[in-house]
């Protein structure tokens, strides 16, 4: 099984500033398959970003996503208030499907 | 577009078995393009993907809980469903049923909003 860990645990910053997310991965991830979800609370998770660094349908170019093999980014260039949530990494290339503890983007 | 729906009960007892049911709309359970998922969600162990179901029947089961869970495809509606037998306290959670593709490797791309299921005598 493929063991995500993500950093930090808790990342405070101000509307307007870059945040900045870690996900490494025990193994390397099979090609790429590398996504990250957005989750507020009582909502279900929302996909960002698949494939390491490709946007889902809708989502604001101000996400990122880059990383190959064990390490992963996800870049949120200018904080917007809809934007602190919760952010997940998944890996979906071998099975378990396995997901990351997540990180909190709050509010400074 | 995709939208699904969980449906069960919110309250079951310890030692017996989950039942919850995932309404596809949008699109329809027999296609070949999707694998259709359970997920869950509790404050101790984070997001965990339970398993798959194929149109065809097909399944793949977590290791983790493999020898507890069943999923299956409805025959007269577009819904699939998961079992989880012998519960316990561990298995609350909040459960998302949520849709796959079946070209290459996929990640979810659909959820239904969740439900609550909270496993207490």
């Known amino acids: 099984e493929i063991v995500l860990r993500q950093s930090p645990g808790t990342l405070s910053l101000s509307p307007g500033e870059r945040a900045t997310l870690s996900c490494r991965a025990s193994q390397s991830v099979t090609s790429s398959s590398l996504a990250w979800y957005q989750q507020k609370p009582g909502q279900a998770p929302r996909l960002l970003i698949y494939g390491a660094s490709s946007r889902a349908t809708g989502i604001p170019d101000r996400f990122s996503g880059s990383g190959s093999g064990t390490d992963f980014t996800l870049t949120i260039t200018r904080l917007e208030p809809e934007d602190f949530a919760v952010y997940y990494c998944q890996q979906y290339g071998s099975s378990p499907l396995t997901f990351g503890g997540g990180t909190k983007v709050e509010i400074k | 577009q995709l939208q699904l729906q969980e449906s069960g009960p919110g309250l079951v007892k310890p030692s017996e078995t989950l039942s919850l049911t995932c309404t596809v709309s949008?699109?329809?359970?027999?296609?070949?393009?999707?694998?259709w998922d359970w997920v869950r969600q509790s404050p101790g162990k984070g997001l965990e993907w339970i398993g798959s179901?194929?149109?065809?029947?097909?399944?793949w089961y977590n290791p983790s809980l493999k020898s507890r869970v069943s999923m299956s495809v409805g025959t007269s509606k577009n819904q699939f469903s998961l079992k989880v037998t012998s519960v316990t306290a561990a298995d609350t959670a909040v459960y998302y049923c949520?849709?796959?593709?079946?070209?290459?490797?996929?990640?979810?791309?659909?959820w239904g909003q969740g439900t609550l299921v909270t496993v207490s005598s």
């Open positions: 179901v194929y149109y065809s029947g097909s399944t």
């Open positions: 949520a849709g796959r593709l079946t070209v290459g490797y996929s990640p979810h791309y659909y």
């Open positions: 949008g699109g329809s359970i027999r296609s070949s393009s999707y694998y």
